[in-house]
Nanobody, 122 residues
Framework: VQLQASGGGSVQAGGSLRLSCVAS????????MGWYRQPPGKQRELVAN??????????TYGDSVEGRFTIARDEAKNAAYLQMASLEPEDTAVYYC??????????????WGQGTLVTVSS
């Protein structure tokens, strides 16, 4: 199983960016998928994810992004997308795609994509 993230870049405050993440592998079932971020000098934090518990397609947003960011998924493509709007300098961070996936050969485990840098200038 591999996660391939794309998107990100540099934008001015108030702008928008979109991140994409695609999971690839054989016979996968995705329990959850989303993004964490790590701002410079700070701990990693949840941005947004969807998961199939406690109810199907449950979505959680970090407090600092709720109302500005939107997560969406494409089950057919094993993909998730993060639309980020009204970006603020405080959103500057390395963003990581993460998914909990199991296959017919492996128990559920977390997979991390390569980080993608988002820089928001004031």
């Amino acid at each position: 199983v591999q996660l391939q993230a794309s998107g990100g870049g540099s934008v001015q405050a108030g702008g928008s960016l979109r991140l994409s993440c695609v999971a690839s592998g054989s016979d996968m079932t995705i329990n959850s998928m989303g993004w964490y971020r790590q701002p410079p000098g700070k701990q990693r934090e949840l941005v947004a994810n969807f998961r199939h518990y406690p109810s199907p397609n449950s979505i959680t947003y970090g407090d600092s992004v709720e109302g500005r960011f939107t997560i969406a998924r494409d089950e057919a493509k094993n993909a998730a997308y993060l639309q980020m709007a009204s970006l603020e300098p405080e959103d500057t961070a390395v963003y990581y795609c993460v998914a909990n996936i199991y296959t017919s050969a492996t128990a559920p485990q977390y997979y991390w994509g390569q980080g993608t840098l988002v820089t928001v200038s004031s």
